[in-house]
């Protein structure tokens, strides 16, 4: 079983200002982007296997 290592956070506001708010896994700071950059960041993650964002710091 693989691990998520992101927490998202989709509320009124977000969905209203078309942002996202997301934490990586161990981390306690909040990050609020764009939907479609996140979208990419997600993408990329993907397409470059990334399995943890964290350790990329």
Avoid: C, W
Avoid at 26 to 52: C, H, P, W
């Amino acid at each position: 079983m693989e691990k998520v290592p992101y927490l998202l956070v989709l509320g009124k506001n977000e969905v209203a200002d078309r942002t996202v708010s997301y934490r990586l896994h161990g981390e306690q700071q909040s990050t609020t982007v764009s939907m479609e950059d996140f979208l990419a960041m997600l993408q990329e993650d993907i397409r470059t296997k990334k399995l943890n964002p964290a350790a990329a710091k």
